[in-house]
């Protein structure tokens, strides 16, 4: 990490899980107090994703992040690169547990109020050249997309599009050609 003026750059951070690697470098931009610039870059090989700790992917590619912040907004842009997606061949699709978690609410169970100016977050996800692939025993696609999420509470909308290109599925036997 090294600082200069209003920029502080990631020279180089490395993430290992297991045989998984994640690089990632880029710069944090400060605009006086009320801005931040983002450029990040992320260099995959065989990297997990993971959801309360079970593997949902492996991930080898490189994404790149611009994002802009101000006081009541943030806009961020993620391209992927040639990016690949590796599913497990079991997804693990147990019986879910009966415990409270945290992204279900309960009927009649008060939300907290939202806040008079809430902060909007506007995420755009570009796949496009090349497209991205996804990779299971039983499937293989290359998909594009031009996706835009935004959420400023209590209101989430995606917009956009994504496409497979082409690909083939097996579904008992038989091989589908997308």
Not at 66 to 79: C, G, K, M, N, Q
């Amino acid at each position: 990490l090294s600082l200069q003026d209003d920029t502080a750059r990631i020279e180089a951070l490395n993430v290992r899980d297991f045989d998984g690697k994640l690089g990632i470098g880029g710069k944090f931009s400060f605009a006086g107090l009320r801005e931040l610039n983002t450029e990040l870059t992320f260099d995959m090989a065989d990297f997990p994703i993971r959801r309360e700790s079970a593997q949902v992917s492996r991930l080898t590619g490189a994404l790149k992040l611009r994002a802009t912040s101000t006081l009541d907004r943030t806009r961020a842009e993620l391209t992927f690169g040639d990016l690949r997606v590796n599913l497990p061949n079991d997804l693990g699709q147990g019986l879910q547990s009966l415990d409270e978690h945290r992204d279900i609410v309960v009927k009649g169970q008060k939300l907290p109020e939202p806040a008079d100016n809430p902060h909007l977050f506007e995420l755009r996800v570009l796949a496009e050249e090349p497209p991205f692939r996804v990779l299971r025993s039983d499937l293989n696609a290359e998909v594009t997309c031009d996706l835009t999420v935004r959420y400023q509470n209590p209101s989430l909308t995606l917009q956009g599009n994504a496409e497979i290109r082409r690909g083939n599925f097996d579904l008992y036997g038989k091989r589908f050609e997308l």
